[in-house]
């Protein structure tokens, strides 16, 4: 299979440009869609040029992740609360389902063990997914302009065409923070949602970031399995001296897996910032999960969070492969 060449590629970024500022968006499922496409690429495809193909529940589940997120009501002012409308008109049946199900389910992780409801949840919005944003984001003015994915006759699965898979892990980050950024300017945007945004300075944090709860709650469990010491130097740690850190970076997959946090001193965390830690942590990263695999998909899962070792490990693959092909500088502590 023939890689996208320099040309091809630019091509790419030129088109995914046009979509986000010429094409209709009447709800944000446009911009949840290039999202979970582009995070898909990186946890199931490969630099081959090849093609892939993706079932409907699979990008129904990043969906699911997304908005679960952001259907949190939102309290101002002690008058009243609010949930951001993701629509022109009334909210969009995809939220709604999920504001319904967050009223008996506290977590994502509570969800996802009641099998029944969530495989129920799963394929309705995979249907919805479907027929409304996978009709919809290749269709500019009226023309189909079909360059990054073809659908099935028999509707099961979606084929991202072939140097796609290439162009979305290579381009992943410009692409969610491009999304990123339509996503909130269109909710700002939205008239109906008016009445909270001047009371919500970040948008950005409350729409995408994790809690500091769910975080403390992280904190809590790694503190256990790290024996209260730091990842990265191994010194013991101080109670409140200490923060979670993403392995791979938040700036480069922002999603958070299970298996991709690891707790640092305030010190280590604050160097590491935003970079990929130097081999040797990775290593150390890898032989923890293998480890403790069972502890972290118990205790962390619970509280939310999408924990699959395989997947966090193919992440770190092209993160790592990625940042030795763009000279990115890694994070160690003789640095
Ligand atoms: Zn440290």
């Not at 590629?9 to 209709?24: A, E, H, T």
């Not at 506290?106 to 495989?119: M, T």
């Not at 729409?207 to 469990?221: D, G, I, K, T, Y």
């Not at 392995?247 to 897996?257: E, G, K, N, R, V």
Request: with cysteine; glycine share 4%.
């Amino acid at each position: 299979m023939d890689l996208p060449n320099a040309q091809q590629q630019l091509k790419f970024l030129k088109n995914i440009q046009l979509i986000l500022q010429s094409g209709s968006f009447s709800s944000t499922y446009k911009f949840a869609l290039l999202i979970s496409l582009s995070r898909l690429a990186i946890e199931k495809g490969e630099d081959s040029g090849g093609s892939l193909s993706l079932e409907y529940t699979d990008i129904a589940e990043k969906f699911v992740e997304l908005y679960w997120k952001q259907v949190v009501p939102y309290v101002f002012n002690d008058e009243g609360q609010l949930i951001l409308n993701q629509n022109n008109g009334k909210q969009a049946t995809i939220v709604n389902r999920i504001i319904e199900l967050r009223q008996n389910y506290s977590s994502l992780g509570l969800l996802r063990r009641d099998s029944a409801v969530w495989l129920r949840l799963l394929k309705d919005v995979a249907e919805r997914v479907k027929n409304m944003p996978v009709r919809k984001l290749q269709n500019l003015n009226g023309q189909n302009f079909e360059f990054l994915y073809h659908l099935e006759h028999c509707g099961k699965q979606l084929i991202l065409l072939p140097q796609v898979i290439y162009c979305l892990r290579q381009f992943s980050e410009i692409i969610e923070e491009l999304c990123q950024k339509r996503w909130i300017d269109y909710i700002r945007k939205n008239s109906s949602n008016a009445p909270i945004l001047n009371q919500l300075p970040n948008l950005e944090q409350f729409m995408f970031e994790p809690s500091r709860n769910q975080l403390n709650a992280v904190a809590n469990v790694l503190v256990e399995l790290q024996d209260c010491k730091c990842f990265y130097c191994n010194k013991s740690m101080r109670k409140g001296n200490y923060a979670v850190d993403h392995f791979i970076p938040w700036s480069m997959y922002p999603s958070d897996t299970g298996h991709n946090f690891v707790l640092a001193d305030s010190s280590c965390n604050s160097k590491k910032s935003n970079l990929l830690a130097s081999d040797e942590f990775l290593h150390k990263w890898h032989e923890r999960n293998e480890e403790q695999d069972l502890i972290i998909v118990d205790r962390i899962s619970v509280l939310g969070f999408l924990t699959d070792k395989d997947r966090s490990h193919k992440i770190a693959d092209w993160a790592y492969k990625k940042a030795n092909q763009d000279n990115y500088i890694l994070w160690g502590l003789t640095i």
